[in-house]
């Protein structure tokens, strides 16, 4: 490893929160923590559980049952589009909930690399993290079909409309962006102010990211834990958010476009 990339994983980290000793606002930091996640992921991990319950359940094998990411949520199709983009507007809603309570409490963006200072070295980072979870993320995610312990995933069954791709790319940044900056970003800062120990949070952050994917099978929830041990252990190291997001975006980009392109024209795909 170059010098350069070793200074980039172990660089000067100004500005980070100091941990809170005050029993009043450790008080308040778990009652935030409680009712953000309470209302996004969280509440989305719970009823992600419901679901694989429910699958589980049923009379077949989990993966002889479909579960699909990117749906058609109305007849006319305009209204759909309205009804993806508010998807859209909600998941980054989610996420600056998030960003917004850090800034609001005294933590600059830039402090856990929400700034444009390393652009080139960040965009490296994001397509080698991509290539680094995505390719083995594939085999995992047919290895565990194959063992029927997940769903047949469809990433989309949105019809052939023109307005199709610019969807599937506004959903996958919104997915990234909430995710990466509620449990990245929001959650590890948080744990850090409360002093709980940086493996502890990573696998706390790293359960959470695959609670929410319980719907998919069990491949669902370990790809994303693993995921999760990943992306999290690289941003303890940096303080480096942006790379995350980009490369969270460009995972769900060639997974959402790439099946609506591909699924009639490959038998083995769900």
Do not use: C
């Amino acid at each position: 490893m170059s010098s350069t990339a070793r200074s980039w994983l172990r660089p000067e980290r100004p500005g980070l929160p100091e941990v809170s000793t005050d029993p009043a606002r450790r008080r308040v930091l778990k009652i935030e923590l409680f009712v953000v996640f309470g209302i996004t992921l969280g509440l989305s991990g719970l009823r992600s559980l419901l679901s694989l319950v429910d699958s589980l359940l049923k009379p077949v094998a989990l993966s002889q049952q479909h579960v699909a990411l990117n749906v058609s949520q109305a007849t006319a199709s305009l209204i759909d589009l309205l009804q993806q983009l508010l998807d859209v507007v909600q998941l980054v809603g989610w996420g600056a909930l998030g960003l917004y309570l850090l800034w609001q409490g005294g933590i600059k963006l830039a402090s856990i690399g929400l700034d444009t200072s390393r652009r080139g070295r960040d965009l490296g980072w994001a397509f080698g993290l991509a290539a680094l979870i995505g390719i083995p993320g594939l085999v995992l995610y047919f290895v565990g079909y194959q063992l029927g312990i997940s769903l047949a995933v469809q990433p989309s069954t949105l019809g052939d409309t023109w307005w199709r791709p610019i969807a599937l790319v506004l959903s996958a940044f919104g997915n990234a962006f909430a995710e990466e900056a509620l449990v990245i970003g929001y959650l590890l800062t948080r744990l850090r102010q409360l002093g709980v120990r940086e493996n502890s949070s990573l696998l706390g952050a790293a359960v959470l990211r695959g609670s929410y994917h319980l719907y998919q099978g069990f491949g669902g929830f370990i790809g994303n834990l693993v995921m999760g041990l990943v992306f999290g252990r690289v941003w303890q190291r940096t303080n480096r958010l942006w790379p995350l997001v980009v490369a969270h975006t460009l995972l769900d980009v060639v997974s959402f476009v790439g099946y609506s392109l591909l699924k009639n024209h490959i038998s083995w795909l769900p």
